[in-house]
């Protein structure tokens, strides 16, 4: 099906391959278009040949896939790459048509039908893999450099091994995640419920934040660090009012804070007296929401101010006790 008679000839899909790889060698460039037409020729060819079937992933175009996504290159851009050398493939076979029979025909379109759910099922698959490895590991390093921010130690080295620059100041925040209504109803299961309400905390965190705000948190709550060195005209980057309750609605929970700020280095006192304040607002029954700790500059300032005066409940300012 889909051959030519005579001597010499060759399948409509022979042709295809042939002007593929003769597109994908023009371009002499190193660049993602080159790569992924190189891409679809080892594909078209495998499967001209009859090689894979049509789910298979050449490792050729997973190894790129895999490499684009710790490089931190679009998924849409490459797809789009792709589907650029899919369309010179289509252009071909309709200049071709004419003086081509329709099962000719036909055998070529499906071959490049059947590249084009290879090279997307394989990078898709490959780039996700990877993309969900890089967010581990990004994971792992910022949670261990917050470790080290609120013990005191190591936070040079932890630093450069990470990636992460440490701002010379930070917005020390304490957070209280209550449960979600899922967690207490029959049948949803609890441990599933708690994980979902957190990753909803975790991505709520990320957009009013920036990325270099770093969090310690389980489903109970825990501590954030926003770096207040850094401007920007599309985000506060820092803990509002706003934010806690817009995060409070990601998290379909109401939230309660205890805010300070300070040098890097007064990180572990402040995040000690901000977590001792917040466990006293909630064993005195104090309603969610922010309650901001004036900044006191010296130890004796800190030790006046475990005792708190709250003089409102949305917008809360913990001062030193008279």
């Not at 440490?166 to 708690?194: C, F, K, M, N, T």
């Not at 402040?270 to 900044?295: N, T, V």
Request: glycine content about 8%; proline content about 5%; hydrophobic content about 45%.
């Amino acid at each position: 099906m889909g051959k030519q008679t005579g001597s010499g000839t060759k399948t409509l899909e022979a042709k295809l391959v042939e002007h593929l790889t003769f597109q994908a060698r023009r371009a002499r460039r190193e660049d993602l278009g080159t790569i992924t037409r190189t891409c679809l020729v080892e594909a078209a060819r495998m499967l001209e040949a009859r090689l894979v079937p049509v789910t298979a992933q050449p490792a050729a175009i997973t190894g790129s896939a895999a490499r684009w996504a710790r490089e931190g290159i679009a998924l849409e851009t490459v797809l789009d790459a792709y589907h650029d050398g899919v369309r010179i493939g289509l252009e071909f076979l309709t200049e071709q048509a004419a003086g081509e029979d329709a099962d000719a025909v036909a055998a070529a379109a499906g071959l490049i039908v059947r590249v084009l759910e290879t090279v997307t099922t394989a990078t898709l698959t490959a780039y996700l893999d990877e993309h969900r490895q890089v967010a581990r590991e990004q994971q792992t390093a910022a949670q261990t450099l917050v470790s080290a921010l609120l013990s005191g130690h190591g936070v040079a080295h932890l630093a450069r091994r990470a990636g992460i620059s440490v701002a010379a100041s930070y917005q020390v925040v304490a957070l209280a995640i209550p449960a979600h209504p899922d967690e207490r109803r029959p049948g949803i299961g609890a441990p599933s419920a708690a994980r979902r309400k957190l990753r909803r905390v975790q991505a709520a965190l990320a957009t009013p934040l920036g990325s270099r705000a770093l969090s310690l948190l389980s489903d109970e709550g825990g501590t954030v660090l926003v770096p207040i060195d850094e401007i920007s005209a599309m985000t506060p980057l820092a803990l509002t009012p706003e934010v806690l309750e817009l995060i409070g609605e990601a998290a379909e929970v109401p939230l309660t804070a205890v805010v300070t700020s300070g040098d890097t280095g007064r990180i572990p006192e402040l995040a000690g007296l901000a977590q001792e304040l917040l466990a006293r607002l909630q064993a005195d029954g104090r309603p969610p929401g922010l309650y901001r700790l004036a900044d006191l500059p010296d130890c004796d300032g800190l030790q006046q101010a475990r005792r708190p005066v709250v003089t409102s409940p949305n917008d809360h300012r913990i001062t030193r006790s008279a």
